[in-house]
């Protein structure tokens, strides 16, 4: 195994014309369309030959990051971080989707190769859907043996001359078509620093694939092991990974399919709404034409300028969704397909890949709606003298500019219902004056915010809604109210709300001897007394107050909550007069 090899794959002819799209995906360059050749593997997870990255065009980019370059490579993997500097950076654009890529030191050939796409080339080969293979050491017949001892593809000469050296002389000889039924048929992984050994071994410390030589080198004393022990630990960090990204593609094309609808929407609507403005502006001749025509230029501004926010938002979805669906793609045949190895090799690029569209924030929701409307009573003005009728309306609620109004906005009392007005307005601050907006109104305490209060939202039909609940509980709420996810002014703000008021029920009089009918035994809160065996008070005597006050608890407010608290404490003479 440690004789000098030759490049892993070679190829006689072009790409068939029956290559089917599922197949080129695979095995096809993007840009040659045809069969890999040292495929190299971008950060954006697609995958492309050697000259073909050598024929693109570089420019030039001021690197910041210095030796931690979002590049991984096997060339790269074996030098020493530099210090963060200013320099320059040449870069190239992927051919399939436009993503920068900064080269590493090494250029174009220090990039990561895709050991599983030269797997997949040498595979379909076998199965006769690409061209013939050449020799690995004469590199000019075509194959018909694969040694499984060096993992070499030999024509015939070269198997009998590989069969009389005496080094290799017991090696086993496979016919190719007896390997059709493989999906491992690639040569071993060489290392970058030492050509004659195979990568067997997995240093922790540096995070990457070692050959024997490198472990009793530089690596000497780091934990390494064979990475079929590393594998398991390393391949769930992937799949962690992958099961993140995974429902951004659902997502992404649910969002796409929600925009679809809403373009479809869209058009019925702008044709519903000309179909209108035509059938209004028949009887007025020649004016009403003019106003016609104003009106459907004014329609076909606003077509043009919801579709093209769609279409601006659909691409940047659909870019993102391929983005996702390469990686997803990318990531699920290598872990099914790819050999422990190759998995390790691609590990790092893969992993930065799907960490980084893990992190990309869009919008789920269409950026614009349907919402057009004609109305043909509305005045448009006078059109050649005459007074003409009919406008588009696309006005929309602002909810910046929606305004909270009423005496219940940050008080209220348990178990009694509180309301407060909430007027819509536009961007410009005018009154909607309709409804059919959907409000969203939340009431949390603030000390149990898992126990929303059940609010009601009355649409007034007139773009004012009256929004009431009734609080279970004293203490301080949370009011929030959105329109569209979003707040309106005002909100969210803060309500205290107290205790039950609580009604009195005695009697607000001057004095007991007057409320009661001169009873001796009727007594007063206040406390006050009469001579000649009087419990209760009387103008001018001991203990009045000397002004009208209740008799339940003594307060000389007439409209005042009764603090009196009741029971069987209370005289018998202060309930009978409560009674009258």
């Known amino acids: 195994m440690a ?50 990255l050598e024929q693109l065009e570089p420019f030039s980019v001021v690197d910041i990051r210095g030796g931690d370059s979002d590049t991984s490579s096997e060339g790269s993997i074996f030098q020493e971080l530099k210090p963060c500097t200013l320099q320059p950076q040449i870069g190239i654009l992927c051919p399939v989707c436009d993503a920068q890529v900064d080269l590493p030191m090494g250029g174009v050939k220090a990039l990561t190769i895709d050991h599983l796409a030269m797997n997949d080339v040498m595979l379909e080969s076998l199965r006769g859907e690409g061209q013939g293979l050449v020799c690995d050491l004469c590199s000019d017949r075509e194959v018909e043996k694969r040694c499984q001892t060096c993992k070499a593809n030999l024509c015939h000469f070269c198997c009998q001359a590989h069969r009389r050296q005496k080094k290799t002389t017991y090696h086993t000889m496979v016919d190719l078509k007896d390997l059709k039924g493989y999906s491992q048929v ?24 070692v050959c024997r030589d490198c472990v009793v080198g530089e690596h000497r ?96 979805l659909e870019q993102l969704l391929a983005d996702m669906r390469t990686g997803v793609e990318f990531t699920e045949h290598l872990l099914s397909s790819g050999s422990d190895l190759e998995i390790l090799v691609t590990k790092g690029v ?79 601050g005018e009154n909607m004056g309709r409804g059919g907006d959907n409000i969203q109104v939340a009431v949390v305490p603030k000390d149990k915010k898992n126990s929303p209060v059940k609010t009601m939202v009355h649409d007034n039909k007139d773009g004012t809604y009256c929004i009431s609940y009734t609080p279970k509980e004293p203490g301080v709420y949370t009011v929030l109210v959105c329109i569209k996810e979003q707040h309106v002014q005002g909100s969210p703000f803060t309500v ?31 406390g006050g007394t009469m001579p000649g065996g009087y419990l209760g008070c009387g103008h001018g005597h001991k203990g009045h107050p000397g002004r009208p006050h209740w008799s339940c608890c003594g307060k000389l407010t007439e409209k005042s909550e009764c603090t009196w608290a009741g029971g069987q404490s209370a005289p018998r003479g202060l309930l009978r007069t409560v009674a009258l």
């Open 3 to 52: 004789e000098n090899r030759k490049p892993l794959l070679g190829f006689v002819g072009k790409l068939p014309c029956g290559t089917t799209p599922g197949n080129s995906g695979k095995t096809h360059c993007p840009l040659c369309m045809g069969l890999f050749k040292t495929p190299r593997l971008l950060p954006c997870l697609h995958t492309v030959c050697t000259t073909c």
């Open 350 to 428: 893969v992993v930065e890949r799907l960490a980084k569209l893990n992190k990309v924030e869009y919008s789920a929701h269409p950026g614009v709606n349907e919402n057009i409307t004609f109305s043909p009573k509305e005045k448009a003005g006078l059109c050649r003298g005459y007074a003409v009728y009919g406008a588009i309306n696309t006005k929309e609620v602002d909810p910046a500019k929606c305004v909270l109004q009423g005496e219940d906005l940050h008080r209220a009392r348990e178990k009694q219902t509180a309301s407060f007005t909430l007027l819509c307005k536009d961007a410009a």
């Open 221 to 316: 004393e780091h934990p390494c092991d064979f990475t079929s022990n590393v594998i398991h630990k390393h391949g769930d960090s992937v799949r962690e990974l992958l099961k993140g990204t995974q429902p951004h593609v659902q997502a992404l094309e649910a969002a796409l399919a929600q925009i679809k609808g809403t373009h479809s929407a869209l058009k019925e609507r702008v044709e519903a709404v000309a179909t209108e403005v035509r059938t209004f502006s028949e009887g007025y001749i020649k004016a009403i034409e003019e106003h016609r025509d104003k009106l459907l230029k004014q329609l076909e501004d606003i077509r043009v300028q919801k579709e093209n926010s769609l279409q601006l938002q659909k691409a940047q």
């Open 186 to 209: 690639g040569k071993p992984i060489l290392c970058p620093a030492h050509p004659a050994e195979e990568l067997r071994l997995f240093c922790e410390l540096c995070d990457r694939p």
């Open 496 to 526: 205290t709300v107290r205790k039950r008021h609580r009604p009195h029920p005695g009697v607000f009089h001057c004095c007991t001897f007057c409320s009661s009918g001169g009873q001796k035994t009727v007594r007063c809160a206040c």
